[in-house]
């Protein structure tokens, strides 16, 4: 008989060929199923919180984040569904004098998923590449819109420009153009040609000799830029501050021309979209998946350039590479990493400067990569591999002086063979999780501190499908936002759900919310329930006033009756956690517990917080922890320490600890403590 600890569940749930490898340093704190339990990053492992109902949805689709400040009234969850956009924050969706706020879209509810987003104060930039290039823009807290991406200067060009000769009359025709100026330093496109025929050559200009420029003022207009014709080519002569300028044979400088327009997005649609050392920079088109632009300097929406270029002016770059691989996404990370279905590339100026015309691509790795836009944790960017089932990370690496990374998903490849990952955020606080939803609607969950070389996946099913994922700061802590598709009454219903903010010990075990779906009820004492349409016809739990109440029913017309009349309810769906670390194993040198039959005597759970659960050698001879409460009419409180059991009689060459909690209650699971019995085969290998 030894006695063995589990002490910690960070290396999550892991593939079955894991179990074997006794010699991996993550074995010890690696799970042979990991359900509906999240990994916390002191190395518990936490019964998932429950989610609440917020609405229905009128079809499935997507969840973007909009957040403009970390104040509770600028954060906002945008809600695509099938050619609609609506609005959600806190607990509830937007709303007009009683209207549910919406807005028409252009995109179709199958492609919401894949579109890209960038936010700049009150405005979205939304990139997709079956659609035009969008701008979603918030006036306020009703009011929103969306159109089509402009591409213009903020200022317009002067109107009617005039130019006239002084001086002696020539046969030379001099031209100019003129240039309105911002005070935010953006400059128009140049004027209509404003010419004379009558000059002289420059060089035979006399005292005397001058051209007189006038113009329409343009609103707005801080100052104008003058440029006149040489060898064919424009060059900025002066800057009048008036709308009124004279030449007086000004040497025209023409390594500063005037603006040429460009709108890169007119038929050539984005797909990602981003932010980057003050422009916008979008790629990845059908019609040219390997280039990206970025704007001007400081103006977003302001693609043109000048001839010859300027650092500041707008530009264009196309990766060179073997293949044409499409551009699937772009990330801001200090550096611009853009990653593309072949590799991931680095985009850095000259000699490592801001990126301008001038830049250049340096291919990182040559994984390639999902269109799923990737994920910053810290120092290190997530993203999905190309073919969509497989985790990397891409970090700094001061030893290849570029970035490197590690496959997350490698010791639980059964995860994510034969499906992808679709939908995904990171929720930094409390716990540093990764929500991923895969394609057949099952939710995992990544807990991943890189510093601390913590990464461990664990699975999350309900009673329905997950489809989408957001997440958006809250009070404290992240919120976050699913859509589920749910079967009630023989239909499909599409409802927006968010997680419950984490229960600690000292919220009181009547404030313990563990189910799906599900709604509040807090008021007078009372056996009847409502407001539970959505649920009509399924089986619920429920914790009233703390004490759990199972095998209710939603009626038809959305109640549910208590055997016992409670003040504080929570009700919604059942869920079931399930925790089983791998095999323990003898901790002895030149030993191992490897294939010998083993049984378990004394098993002892070590809790934190904790009300309810089984424990046994499989899930289904778990038999119950025992709790007992201070008086029997008060709910049991949450326990912390040691709990002993004495598991049900079985043997097995592979045989681990299954927790199991089936509860709408708390629990957390520290270690696992046992007596394992284990017969060492003799040399006849019996």
């Not at 772009?330 to 279905?341: E, K, V, W």
């Not at 099913?461 to 589920?484: A, H, M, Q």
């Not at 009419?633 to 060459?653: E, H, L, Q, S, V």
Request: aromatic residues 10%; hydrophobic residues 40%; charged residues 20%.
């Amino acid at each position: 008989m030894l006695r063995a600890i589990k002490r910690s569940f960070t290396g999550g749930e892991v593939s079955p060929t894991i179990e074997v490898r006794d010699d991996y340093a993550k074995f010890a704190s690696a799970c042979r199923k990991m359900e509906n339990f999240t990994a916390q990053l002191h190395g518990s492992a936490r019964f998932r919180d429950g989610t609440k109902f917020v609405a229905e949805l009128p079809s499935s689709g997507a969840l973007k984040p909009f957040v403009f400040n970390t104040e509770a009234e600028d954060i906002y969850v945008l809600v695509f569904t099938d050619f609609e956009l609506r609005f959600c924050q806190g607990e509830g969706l937007v709303e007009d004098t009683g209207v549910v706020v919406s807005i028409v879209t252009p995109y179709a509810a199958a492609d919401t998923e894949r579109i890209d987003y960038t936010q700049l104060g009150d405005k979205v930039y939304l990139a997709h590449a079956g659609y035009a290039f969008q701008e979603l823009a918030r006036s306020s807290h009703t009011s929103w819109a969306i159109s089509a991406f402009s591409a213009a200067t903020a200022i317009d060009a002067p109107a009617n420009p005039t130019a006239t000769w002084s001086g002696a009359a020539g046969s030379t025709t001099i031209e100019y153009v003129i240039a309105a100026v911002s005070d935010a330093g953006e400059i128009s496109l140049a004027s209509a040609v404003a010419s004379v025929a009558t000059g002289q050559p420059s060089s035979e200009w006399v005292a005397g000799n001058s051209t007189s420029l006038a113009w329409d003022v343009v609103a707005d207009a801080d100052e104008y830029y003058i440029y006149k014709s040489e060898a064919g080519m424009f060059g900025l002569i002066g800057i009048a501050s008036t709308n009124a300028f004279v030449d007086q044979n000004y040497v025209p400088d023409t390594a500063d021309g005037p603006q040429v327009s460009a709108s890169p997005f007119a038929t050539a649609y984005p797909a990602c979209v981003a932010l980057f050392q003050q422009r916008l920079v979008a790629g990845g088109a059908n019609s040219e998946p390997r280039t990206f632009h970025g704007s001007q300097t400081g103006f977003y929406n302001n693609f043109n350039h000048c001839k010859p270029l300027k650092d500041d002016d707008a530009y264009e770059h196309t990766l060179a590479s073997g293949s044409v691989d499409r551009i699937t996404w772009i990330m801001p990370f200090g550096d611009l990493l853009i990653g593309t279905a072949g590799a991931e590339h680095l985009v850095q100026g000259q000699n490592g400067g801001a990126v301008t015309s001038n830049a250049t691509a340096k291919p990182q790795s040559y994984w390639g990569s999902a269109a799923v836009k990737p994920i910053v944790v810290g120092n290190s960017v997530i993203h999905v591999q190309r073919q969509g089932s497989r985790v990397r990370d891409l970090f700094y690496s001061l030893e290849k002086d570029g970035y490197a990374g590690n496959d997350l998903s490698l010791l639980a490849n059964h995860l994510f063979d034969g499906h992808t990952i679709v939908s995904w955020a990171y929720q930094q606080e409390p716990d540093s999780t990764i929500w991923a939803v895969r394609d057949d609607g099952i939710l995992l969950g990544l807990t991943y501190l890189k510093e601390h070389d913590i990464w461990g996946w664990h699975v999350h099913e309900t009673e329905g499908l997950f489809k989408s994922v957001c997440v958006v700061p809250g009070d404290g802590e992240d919120r976050v936002y699913f859509i589920v598709d749910r079967t009630v009454g023989g239909l499909t219903k599409h409802y927006l759900e968010v997680m419950v903010e984490k229960w600690r010990g000292d919220d009181g075990i009547k404030n313990a919310f563990f189910v799906d779906c599900g709604l509040t009820y807090d008021g007078a004492a009372t056996t009847t329930i409502s407001g539970l349409d959505h649920l009509i016809g399924l089986g619920v739990v429920a914790l009233a006033d703390g004490t759990p109440v199972y095998d209710l029913t939603v009626s038809v017309t959305g109640t549910v009756t208590l055997p016992f009349a409670a003040e504080l309810v929570h009700v919604g769906l059942p869920y079931t956690g399930v925790l089983a670390p791998l095999p323990f194993e003898t901790g002895e040198t030149g030993n191992t517990a490897q294939a010998a039959m083993r049984g378990f005597g004394e098993v002892i759970v070590r809790l934190l917080d904790t009300v309810g659960g089984k424990v046994g050698p499989t899930e289904a001879k778990a038999d119950p922890l025992r709790f007992t409460p201070e008086s029997y009419d008060t709910p049991i409180k949450p326990f912390t320490g040691d709990k002993p059991i004495i598991m049900a009689a079985a043997t097995g060459r592979d045989l681990t600890v299954y927790v199991v909690q089936e509860s709408p209650l708390p629990m957390t699971v520290r270690a696992i403590v046992a007596n394992v019995e284990i017969n060492f085969p003799d040399q006849q290998g019996r």
